[in-house]
């Protein structure tokens, strides 16, 4: 995870938005994505973009991509309690393997 | 859709005992990959496997650990002589060969008395 970099922690109030950074190194990444892990479980895939793309839309959730200062963010709009959850940062190494480099992960709480 | 499948979900040993994890894929999905996630950190990457074939080990994944897929389908990781510094969770993730986003399961937690 040296290679990509997030916040490690946000709060957010119910109903406001949530927006999580993450920078990320190796210009060569094909595909940028966001996973989801809640205590004791394994990583839900969010949503992802493909490095060409700069936006990327899905239901409350909003993908930002600047490739040039490889910066990437993930929106949450209307945050609600279920939303709290540590948000993993992952880029798609190498070109052929696609095997994931991930950051530290940001830990959002979501206070009533 | 039965996503992947890992067992046991827990695994407590004595330092010193062996361990083998097991990772049943999407069934369709001819690559899968193996992850190691310690308290506070991201998923690091240890060896992945297309269909059959061990493809690529991490540096992480010293002589004590040991990797197969036999069949192309399921998949187990075996730690020898455990050391406290194994105690993580173990994630496998499968998916396709033409760059589609890896699916995980829900990991096997090892904790090393």
């Known amino acids: 995870g040296e290679d990509v970099e997030q916040s490690l922690f946000l709060s957010v109030r119910e109903g406001d938005s949530s927006v999580i950074n993450c920078t990320y190194t190796?210009?060569?990444?094909?595909?940028l994505y966001w996973y989801k892990q809640e205590p004791g479980a394994g990583l839900q895939l969010l949503t992802y973009?493909?490095?060409?793309?700069d936006m990327k839309q899905d239901q409350r959730l909003t993908v930002l991509l600047n490739k040039k200062d490889k910066h990437l963010s993930l929106r949450i709009a209307d945050t609600q309690t279920g939303d709290s959850a540590i948000y993993f940062c992952a880029e798609s190494m190498g070109s052929n393997d696609y095997k994931l480099s991930f950051g530290a992960g940001t830990t959002v709480t979501v206070r009533a | 859709d039965t996503g992947v499948s890992q067992d046991p979900r827990h695994k407590i040993t004595k330092r010193g005992q062996n361990v083998t994890f097991r990772c049943d894929p999407i069934?369709?999905?001819?690559?899968l990959y193996w992850y190691r996630q310690t308290l506070g950190q991201g998923p690091e990457f240890l060896t992945y496997?297309?269909?059959?074939?061990?493809?690529?080990k991490s540096r992480l994944l010293s002589d004590r650990f040991s990797a197969e897929r036999p069949k192309g389908s399921f998949s187990t990781l075996e730690i020898q002589r455990t050391e406290q510094g194994d105690s993580a969770m173990y994630l496998c993730a499968s998916t396709t060969t033409d760059n589609q986003p890896q699916h995980f399961g829900d990991g096997t937690r090892l904790s090393i008395l």
């Open positions: 496997f297309q269909n059959e074939a061990q493809l690529e």
């Open positions: 069934s369709e999905h001819n690559r």
């Open positions: 190796d210009s060569s990444s094909t595909y």
């Open positions: 973009i493909f490095s060409n793309m």
